[in-house]
């Protein structure tokens, strides 16, 4: 029989909280995100405690830390302007990712520092990491104060997807072909491995991978 180790969710101090809670969350997907300053500076950083949230219209909503009453340069950049990109990283940006996650000053681009070319946006200022292979232009919706503060939850609204051809062929994504990067606990990424293929049980928006009752599958199968 399993032993379980029971620990108080209340009263946690902030550092154990984020320990148990980044450990056992995994993988988590990473949003690194394009920003733009008053001064026309261009940030960049990659936040981990993110998703989509709505798909009519679609959105998505990245959860950023502040210390004490300091934002981030991300958040500060997203609140004053509105505006910010998506960028997924995958295997072939995740070193640069990753390196920009150290702390700049606020008046140094982490894109200029690190050598990472840029692409301009189609529907906001805020550029477009070239590299990446899925880009996505959002405005922002809407942020909350979660918990004690420490934490708001930035809502935006996808205006503008930017797909690369070698992951998008009109219709759907090839999240395989993408080789996107994820989060663990500590100083660890994870790739996508190994993949478990199971029909859908319940139609989505779109029908994506979904068998009907009578064995149809939606999309069909390609014939070999």
Not at 145 to 157: F, R
Not at 185 to 213: C, V
Request: hydrophobic share 40%.
């Amino acid at each position: 029989m399993k032993k379980f180790i029971y620990v108080d969710g209340q009263g946690l101090d902030t550092a154990e909280a984020y320990r148990l809670i980044v450990g056992c969350v995994v993988p988590r997907p990473i949003a690194w995100i394009t920003t733009i300053n008053g001064q026309g500076r261009v940030n960049a950083a990659p936040f981990s405690s993110y998703n989509y949230v709505a798909t009519d219209p679609p959105m998505v909503a990245v959860n950023i830390t502040s210390k004490g009453d300091v934002l981030k340069d991300t958040a500060r950049n997203i609140r004053d302007s509105g505006q910010f990109v998506v960028n997924i990283a995958n295997e072939a940006t995740m070193e640069a990712m990753h390196a920009s996650a150290q702390e700049y000053p606020p008046d140094v681009s982490e894109t200029d520092a690190l050598g990472i070319d840029l692409l301009p946006s189609t529907r906001i200022k805020p550029p477009r990491i070239a590299a990446s292979p899925v880009q996505l232009e959002c405005r922002l919706d809407q942020f909350i104060a979660l918990g004690k503060g420490h934490n708001t939850l930035y809502i935006g609204e996808v205006l503008a997807f930017h797909l690369s051809s070698d992951v998008y062929d009109g219709q759907r994504v090839d999240s395989v072909a993408m080789r996107p990067v994820a989060r663990l606990g500590g100083p660890y990424y994870s790739g996508l491995g190994e993949i478990f293929h199971r029909p859908m049980l319940q139609r989505p928006p779109g029908g994506e991978g979904w068998i009907h009752q009578t064995g149809t599958q939606f999309p069909p199968l390609k014939s070999d």
